[in-house]
């Protein structure tokens, strides 16, 4: 079995704008209220995001800002101390999604008014006196707010700090462990006052930039040929060391087959694409390929490993001790035969693996890690 490096998504980092990079900048807009007990907004928050429709939930890559307009409407005269608002990024384990098993990563917060900076209704001339916080009637505040790209994290006993990617929203339904994002918005009313909290679920993707293909590579999909080779081109591929598969065949004899797998570079995938692989083997018994059901046999997978905290177990303890692991395989590859062999002990496959666009992003985050390999499993074959 061969294990490669890391998989993850492809974005093109905001500081190097591309057109790749805007073909995700929408201008979508949400609202949210908090209601009265009369079922009557007071509160109103306008946000923009990347979301594909108003009714799905705000969507933010790495690199957007967190924008919007937040309104009152106090029919009354009410006391306010301030308006704030925090980005919070939450892991949660076990099988419900609540603060009990949620352990907060990230907690970004701004502050959309306070008292201090005066009536906001007033002139800043009108009175030398310290306001004293009391609202009544429409008031409305812009907001804008950078959505995280990472976080300081500090491994072990290590001195200095190192900043890691945001990890992926995530949560799936054979998987106790999650990734959520929230945006609060928080009205405080000051000392024995009941406060006001708005909670917006939202969805954060990362943004990867990968090293640019060989340049064989990309005038063969630019012009629609076929992909050069390794031995053609070796700063398209990551060929691996060759790998030998043993067994027996029907007769009860030994055989063996030698692999040779490689991949194709940079080794950081995009989701929605195919990526394409090539593998060599050769032997010195023809039998070998006729007791096996070629390319059919062939056992190339794309599995992923998740690693969080177990549920309910705090991060006091050495995470060693309190993690989990979630294994699946979630891709497997296709192969077929290029051309006819001009050795008949020697054989050539060409492969593609299918990269589901809904898989999230890689992630080298201690409390939740997503790592990706790539696995030559061995042959699926009752003749060998």
Same mark, same amino acid.
């Given at each position: ?240 060391? !060759? ?5 027996? #065949?029907?007769?009860?004899?030994? @055989?063996? &087959? +030698?692999?040779?797998?490689? $991949? %194709? ?72 035969? !290029? ?5 008949? #002990?020697?054989?050539?496959?060409? @492969?593609? &693996? +299918?990269?589901?666009?809904? $898989? %999230? ?24």
């Amino acid at each position: 079995t061969t294990e490669l490096p890391t998989y993850s998504t492809v974005f093109h980092e905001p500081e190097t704008p591309s057109r790749s990079a805007f073909e995700h900048h929408r201008d979508t807009v949400h609202q949210f209220h908090m209601p009265t007990s009369k079922g009557k907004p007071w509160a109103i928050v306008r946000l923009k995001s990347n979301a594909r429709s108003h009714t799905d939930a705000p969507h933010y890559f790495a690199g957007n800002h967190v924008s919007g307009v937040f309104a009152l409407h106090l029919t009354e005269p009410t006391q306010l101390k301030d308006i704030t608002l925090s980005i919070r990024g939450q892991i949660i384990t076990g099988e419900y999604c609540n603060d009990i098993s949620a352990y907060t990563f990230l907690n970004e917060l701004i502050t959309i008014w306070s008292k201090d900076w005066g009536d906001p209704g007033g002139s800043p001339f009108s009175s030398s006196s310290k306001f004293s916080g009391r609202l009544s009637g429409d008031y409305s505040w812009p907001f804008d707010l950078p959505f995280p790209t990472g976080l300081s994290h500090r491994v072990g006993n290590a001195s200095t700090a190192t900043l890691i990617r945001l990890p992926d929203t995530f949560r799936e339904a054979n998987c106790n462990g999650s990734v959520r994002y929230q945006l609060i918005f928080r009205v405080n009313r000051g000392k024995l006052q009941a406060n006001s909290k708005l909670q917006v679920p939202v969805l954060y993707t990362p943004r990867i930039t990968p090293e640019p293909m060989s340049l064989l590579r990309q005038m063969a999909y630019e012009n629609s040929l076929p992909l050069a080779r390794p031995d053609s081109d070796p700063a398209g591929w990551h060929t691996l060391p !060759p790998v030998i598969s043993t067994g027996k #065949l029907l007769d009860g004899s030994n @055989g063996t &087959l +030698h692999c040779t797998l490689s $991949l %194709p570079l940079p080794l950081v995938y995009t989701r929605g694409s195919v990526a394409p692989f090539y593998l060599r083997m050769h032997s010195t018994d023809i039998r070998i390929f006729r007791a096996l059901d070629l390319p059919k046999a062939i056992n190339l997978i794309l599995r992923r490993r998740i690693t969080y905290l177990e549920p309910r177990i705090g991060v006091k303890k050495r995470l060693q001790d309190c993690t989990e692991t979630s294994v699946i395989d979630v891709s497997k590859a296709l192969w077929w035969s !290029p051309d006819s062999p001009d050795d008949p #002990l020697r054989r050539i496959f060409e @492969g593609e &693996l +299918h990269i589901h666009k809904q $898989l %999230p992003a890689a992630s080298d985050y201690e409390l939740f890690g997503i790592e990706y390999t790539v696995e030559l499993l061995p042959f699926k074959s009752p003749g060998f």
